[in-house]
Nanobody
Framework: QVQLMESGGGLARPGESLRLSCAPP???????????MAWARQAPGKEREMVAT???????NYARFASGRFTIYRDNAKNTVYLLLNNLRPEDTGVYYCNAGIRQISDPARGGVWGQGTQVTVSS
C-alpha cells in the first residue's frame, strides 16, 4: 500500500476557498501521473462519498455537488494532485481524503490507497 498525504484543510468562511494537496511521501516512487487519482469526503455522521476523479489519461469527473465549484488537477512536476474548493458552504464540512485507484465517480468510496485525510470546516 502506498501512503498518500493530504494537506491544505482548515477553517473557512462560507464563500471562501481552500486548496487541498495530495502527494506521496518524499522519496516515494509513486507517480500521480501514472495512477487513477480521486478525492472523497466524509461529513460528520455520513458515509464517505466521492468528490472528483482524475484518471491516468486525464479524464475528470465530479460529483454533482462538486461540479462548478470544485476543481481537481495535478502538477506532474511536483507529483501532487490538488482539489480546489471554491465558494465553500457549511455542508462542505468534513474530512477530505485522497485516493489512488478509484477511476469512476460512480464507484463506491472504498478500495485503493488512501491518505489519512485533512479536515475542512466551513463555518460563519
Amino acid at each position: 500500500q502506498v501512503q498518500l498525504m493530504e494537506s491544505g484543510g482548515g477553517l473557512a468562511r462560507p464563500g471562501e476557498s481552500l486548496r487541498l494537496s495530495c502527494a506521496p511521501p518524499s522519496g516515494s516512487d509513486f507517480s500521480v501521473s501514472l495512477n487513477n487519482m480521486a478525492w472523497a469526503r466524509q461529513a460528520p455522521g455520513k458515509e464517505r462519498e466521492m468528490v472528483a476523479t482524475l484518471d491516468r489519461t486525464g479524464n475528470i469527473n465530479y460529483a454533482r455537488f462538486a461540479s462548478g465549484r470544485f476543481t481537481i488537477y495535478r502538477d506532474n512536476a511536483k507529483n501532487t494532485v490538488y482539489l480546489l474548493l471554491n465558494n465553500l458552504r457549511p455542508e462542505d464540512t468534513g474530512v477530505y481524503y485522497c485516493n489512488a485507484g478509484i477511476r469512476q465517480i460512480s464507484d463506491p468510496a472504498r478500495g485503493g490507497v488512501w491518505g489519512q485525510g485533512t479536515q475542512v470546516t466551513v463555518s460563519s
